[in-house]
């Protein structure tokens, strides 16, 4: 197939989507031809800077080409890692074009607001020189993996909230409580019932020495920046009880340490805990496509990991995100999106009047009792996974990838990984070859989210 007027050989094709193109293959194919240096730069909080160094054609017969792949790999950037402002260095026309798209009116004014929001300042494009390039800095902390003392780990979920009490890394106390956190707009609703499961753990510890709390979201420095829980919340009522709604709430049963993180970073730090590795990117495939990653040295990176907007595919027909308005995001082809937009091509109806979880149960108890016609679902989503982790793994270099969320429990998430393993074998066998994929095994299930978000903060004594 060709895009752009780029020649890109794909060999294993989904089952249900015969006109995916993966990034991973377009941007391999592109890179071949490129001979010009450029670079993107981006800061985010805490003054941390990532240089990405790259190559485009810098011709006027691959003007298109060089825009589409450095406009994607802008976007991809920036929900891998977050940020406010982007320096394109080297290609002055290339500055304008992606100044023009990520503007307040612009093609990609979703994530120029969005990115203005989450760091409270306003999104910047600027330009300089290649030889003036700037330097990076990037930091990783340690985080987690405290066991020590009397420990409480509460996980917010967008259907439940967990809580767990934890003495020396063993859970003494659980509890799953349904909750229905998106469609409450009073704030005060969560911070009661963030402060009834604390309590209700805090009343199986004979004292409380920390706090971890994991929660779908972006958190910088404890803050809520943006979360789907308070989808419902106005603005006002965000800026003044949402911010800072879980160090409040844990503050109210104990003066101790208090870590707020990302779920995505607490599954991945769960996988590495029970894998004793690092490495280790974590994929939640559920309502969204969430994801966290515990670097080489075992240390939570605090990027946003936000790849449910990080493009996948660049099909110009791809599905359309409906929320950022984009085409071939990871959302909908790695979460119940996905299975709910295949099912049809697979030949099986859904009643409208379910809810996506709904639909995706029915999708999934069809496959229960052996192969069905639902398989070609998991196969294409499996596909998909194969291409996009050698995509993923040019950006993050993960030795471990952990698979999570209600798309990959039962037979399903069997053959997803049975698939995408096969599709690295084929079409990436360079990486094939030290990266391993796998669904969590007992023992990770044992460890679980609320003894790995217990582990976050560092106790005071």
Not at 334 to 352: C, K, M, N, T
Request: glycine share 8%; net charge negative.
């Amino acid at each position: 197939m060709e895009h752009l007027g780029i020649r890109i050989d794909v060999i294993n094709k989904p089952m249900l989507d015969k006109e995916f193109i993966p990034f991973a293959k377009f941007n391999r194919a592109f890179l071949e031809t490129a001979k010009k240096h450029l670079t993107i730069a981006i800061k985010r909080s805490n003054d941390q800077v990532m240089v990405f160094d790259t190559l485009i054609h810098g011709t006027d017969t691959m003007e298109e080409a060089d825009l589409y792949y450095i406009e994607r790999l802008v976007k991809t950037l920036l929900w891998m890692k977050g940020g406010y402002d982007v320096t394109v260095c080297g290609d002055y026309n290339l500055y304008e074009n992606i100044k023009k798209a990520y503007s307040h009116d612009g093609t990609r004014s979703f994530d120029y607001h969005f990115m203005s929001k989450v760091y409270e300042k306003p999104f910047i494009v600027n330009y300089c020189e290649y030889d003036d390039k700037p330097v990076a800095q990037e930091t990783s902390r340690p985080l987690g993996r405290h066991l020590d003392g009397c420990r409480i780990g509460f996980d917010a979920g967008g259907s439940d909230r967990k809580v767990s009490a934890v003495i020396d890394g063993s859970p003494v106390f659980s509890e799953e409580v349904v909750w229905h956190p998106k469609v409450q707009s009073d704030p005060d609703y969560h911070y009661n019932e963030i402060v009834a499961a604390l309590k209700s753990a805090a009343a199986y510890l004979p004292k409380v020495d920390a706090i971890g709390i994991s929660s779908a979201g972006i958190y910088i420095n404890n803050r809520t920046m943006a979360a789907s829980l308070f989808l419902d919340v106005p603005q006002d009522l965000f800026e003044q009880k949402v911010k800072d709604i879980f160090t409040r709430a844990a503050k109210s049963v104990a003066d101790v340490p208090v870590v707020v993180c990302n779920d995505g970073d607490v599954s991945a730090l769960a996988g590495g805990m029970s894998l004793n590795k690092n490495s280790v990117l974590g994929i939640a495939m559920g309502t969204s496509e969430a994801a966290g990653f515990v670097d080489e040295h075992g240390n939570i990176t605090g990027w946003l990991n936000e790849l449910a907007f990080a493009p996948v595919d660049a099909q110009t027909q791809g599905a359309v995100d409906e929320w950022s308005g984009d085409i071939g995001c990871g959302v909908k082809y790695f979460s119940q999106d996905a299975v709910i937009r295949l099912a049809p091509l697979a030949g099986i109806h859904l009643d409208d009047k379910l809810t996506p979880a709904e639909k995706l149960v029915k999708v999934q108890d069809i496959m229960v009792g052996g192969p069905s016609i639902a398989d070609s679902i998991f196969k294409t989503i499996g596909t998909y996974l194969g291409h996009t982790i050698a995509l993923y793994n040019d950006l993050y270099k993960c030795k471990y990838v952990l698979l999570l969320g209600r798309v990959t429990s039962g037979r399903g998430g069997e053959l997803i990984v049975k698939k995408a393993k096969k599709v690295l074998k084929n079409e990436y066998p360079e990486i094939a070859k030290i990266l391993h994929v796998s669904l969590p095994d007992e023992k990770s299930r044992r460890i679980g989210q609320s003894v790995a978000a217990a582990s976050l903060p560092k106790s005071r004594g």
